[in-house]
């Protein structure tokens, strides 16, 4: 068994947190009670998924998007009324990693997915510490159809795959691959800029294809949520076995 604080800790070690400037606060979002057992993990703190953590009597709810983003009205009222009341009428703890789960090396959505497709030998697509894009390769090139295809089977998802180039670029084979999930499309441009085959990340803008189209790289948006649920699984499966805490991860389809 552990406490609240000691898992905040704990997570807060783990992913690198307080090393990492992100637009919410990554931790103990919402204060529960002391003793944790029972943790629900999921991509959103939806109401959806508060409504089966109380079913399932757990002590927290550990996700990738939770609350009090920068941008949002600090007013608890509404949608965020409804969901703040209903984790302190039941006294459920609220954890929440943004940025830290996207990058970590292990845990993190892009090396989760990398993972999934065969893509090996990390690095940041950036050039920082901590950069929040990565790229790799694939043990062999393959054509943009067979990525497809990976991706869909992974995922469950229809993916939508840019790849009608214009110009002087010609269809080639894919084998290095640029991986931003979620929101992650605006790095495709730094993708291309470094040469990269092909860029995946959860959502697509108008400007991304055109992006595709004009620099000759093969682009994928496979979902913001689709993306996203494997960092938090990942790291909840951590959490049990090297604690032995009772953690489910639950699935609130989004098709976004």
Not at 118 to 127: F, H, K, S, Y
Not at 147 to 174: A, H, M, W, Y
Request: some cysteine.
């Amino acid at each position: 068994m552990l406490t609240n604080l000691q898992l905040e800790k704990i997570l807060d070690t783990k992913l690198n947190s307080k090393m990492i400037s992100d637009y919410a606060p990554n931790g103990l979002q919402v204060e529960g009670r002391k003793e944790i057992n029972k943790i629900i993990t999921g991509v959103t703190a939806s109401l959806p998924l508060i409504e089966q953590a109380i079913a399932k009597n757990a002590d927290a709810i550990l996700v990738h998007h939770g609350y009090f983003w920068k941008s949002e009205n600090p007013c608890i009222r509404g949608m965020k009324g409804k969901r703040i009341k209903q984790l302190l009428v039941n006294d459920i703890n609220l954890f929440g990693y943004h940025l830290p789960l996207d990058i970590h090396s292990e845990l993190g959505n892009n090396a989760q997915l990398a993972q999934k497709i065969g893509v090996e030998n990390l690095q940041g697509l950036e050039d920082k510490t901590n950069s929040i894009p990565v790229y790799g390769e694939l043990s062999e090139a393959i054509s943009a159809e067979e990525l497809k295809t990976r991706l869909d089977e992974s995922l469950q998802r229809n993916s939508i795959l840019c790849n009608e180039f214009v110009g002087e670029f010609p269809q080639k084979l894919i084998k290095t691959v640029g991986i931003c999930t979620g929101g992650g499309q605006g790095y495709i441009d730094l993708a291309a800029a470094k040469g990269i085959d092909a860029f995946i990340s959860g959502e697509i803008s108008e400007q991304t294809t055109h992006s595709a189209r004009e620099q000759g790289i093969y682009y994928f948006a496979c979902g913001h949520h689709a993306t996203e649920r494997y960092g938090v699984k990942a790291l909840g499966e951590w959490l049990a076995k090297e604690y032995d805490l009772d953690v489910e991860f639950i699935d609130i389809d989004n098709p976004a």
